[in-house]
């Protein structure tokens, strides 16, 4: 079973940045294919950041340029690092497998982008 934990969300002005992490642990061998999910109350939960089978990161068209994906097989994490944050970027992040049978969630990290 694999436990994934998402943390370093908070509340920051708009242009502001933030640095996601999501630690995984338990029976996974690697970090392959671990993405980064939003969910923005009223709306279903999208993934929006992830990793190419060839190890490039794929970002949705409203946060490309600004959001960046990085994997940190020491601390067996996967971090989304968010700059110039939006009011609309405002949502619960998660982490979770980007394609196949999902893992269970994990609680999600609350990010609040101020005007």
């Known amino acids: 079973q694999v436990q994934l934990v998402e943390s370093g969300g908070g509340l920051v002005r708009a242009g502001g940045s933030l640095r996601l992490s999501c630690e995984v642990s338990?029976?996974?061998?690697?970090?392959?294919?671990i993405g980064w999910y939003r969910q923005i109350p009223g709306r279903s939960r999208e993934l929006i950041a992830r990793?190419?089978?060839?190890?490039?990161?794929i970002f949705v068209d409203y946060v490309r340029g600004r959001f960046a994906i990085f994997k940190d097989n020491t601390k067996n994490s996967v971090d989304l690092q968010m700059d110039n944050l939006k009011p609309e970027d405002t949502a619960v992040y998660f982490c979770?497998?980007?394609?196949?049978?999902?893992?269970?969630w994990g609680r999600g990290t609350q990010v609040t982008v101020s005007s």
């Open positions: 338990g029976d996974i061998s690697n970090l392959d294919g």
């Open positions: 990793f190419s089978i060839l190890g490039d990161p």
């Open positions: 979770n497998r980007d394609s196949g049978i999902l893992h269970s």
